[in-house]
C-alpha cells in the first residue's frame, strides 16, 4: 500500500460546525505532515508530527487542531472556521523528517461558507 | 533563507512541442534535496522526481528529463513531445526545516501552469 488516504474529498462546513479531516498511511511513515493550498497558491506547511513529535507553524490559528492517534493516522480538528479558511487540506507522509520522498494524498476541498 | 523561484506562471505550447519549466533555488544548507511535482486539475499532488544535491547527473524518463546545475542553483525540468494529459500545475521543491528548526519541510516554487493545446 503506497498511498496516503485522506477523507472526506469534499467538506462545506458553517462557522460554528465541528469537524474533522483525517489522514492515514500504512507505508511505515514516521513523518506525518499537513498542508494548506489556496487557489493559484503553493501548499504551505500547517503542522508536522514525527516520532511523537508536533511541530507547529505558528502563523496556523488555534481554530486548527492537529491530532496524532498512531503513527499512521495523522486528523486535522476545525472548529469555528472563517471563510478565508477554505481552501485544499494536503496530507503527505515520508519515511521520516529530513529529505526523503513525501507521498501525498488527494486532499480535501474545504469550503467554510 | 531558503527559497523556490519559477519565473514562469504560466506556459502554453502546442501538442508535441518540448517545454521546459525553470526552477532555480537558494538555501544555505550543504545537503539538500530537489523534487518535482504535478497538480493535475483534480488536486492530488504527483511525485516526478527527487534529486540530491551531490548528484549533479541529468535525468531521463520517458518523455521527462531532468538538469540540476548546482553552479547556477537550478533545476530545470524539459517534457519532450509534449501531450495534452501533460497539462497541469508544475511545482519545484526543496527539502528545508521546518518550524521546530529541524529537517521536515517542502519548500515549494510558485508554480508553472502548463497548458497543451492539440
Known amino acids: 500500500d503506497t498511498e496516503v488516504t485522506q477523507t472526506p474529498k469534499h467538506l462545506v462546513m458553517g462557522m460554528t460546525n465541528k469537524k474533522s479531516l483525517k489522514c492515514e498511511q500504512h507505508?511505515?511513515?514516521?513523518?506525518m505532515y499537513w498542508y494548506k493550498q489556496k487557489a493559484k497558491k503553493p501548499p504551505e506547511l500547517m503542522f508536522v508530527?514525527?516520532?511523537?513529535?508536533?511541530?507547529i507553524n505558528e502563523s496556523v490559528p488555534s481554530r486548527f487542531s492537529p491530532e496524532c492517534p498512531n503513527s499512521s493516522l495523522l486528523n486535522l480538528h476545525l472548529h469555528a472556521l472563517q471563510p478565508e479558511d477554505s481552501a485544499l487540506y494536503l496530507c503527505?507522509?515520508?519515511?521520516?523528517?529530513?529529505?526523503?520522498?513525501?507521498?501525498f494524498g488527494s486532499g480535501t476541498r474545504l469550503t467554510v461558507v | 533563507a531558503q527559497k523556490v523561484t519559477q519565473a514562469q506562471t504560466e506556459i502554453s505550447v502546442v501538442e508535441k512541442e518540448d517545454v521546459t519549466l525553470d526552477c532555480v533555488y537558494e538555501t544555505r544548507d550543504t545537503t539538500y534535496y530537489l523534487f518535482w511535482y504535478k497538480q493535475p486539475p483534480s488536486g492530488e499532488l504527483v511525485f516526478l522526481i527527487r534529486r540530491n544535491s551531490f548528484d549533479e547527473q541529468n535525468e531521463i524518463s520517458g518523455r521527462y528529463s531532468w538538469n540540476f546545475q548546482k553552479s547556477t542553483s537550478s533545476f530545470n525540468f524539459t517534457i519532450t513531445a509534449s501531450q495534452v494529459v501533460d497539462s497541469a500545475v508544475y511545482f519545484c521543491a526543496l527539502s528545508g526545516r521546518n518550524y521546530g528548526g529541524s529537517q521536515g519541510n517542502l519548500i515549494f516554487g510558485k508554480g508553472t501552469k502548463l497548458s497543451v493545446k492539440p
Open positions: 507505508m511505515g511513515h514516521r513523518a
Open positions: 503527505a507522509s515520508s519515511q521520516a523528517l529530513g529529505a526523503y520522498g513525501y507521498t
Open positions: 508530527y514525527s516520532y511523537e513529535k508536533l511541530s
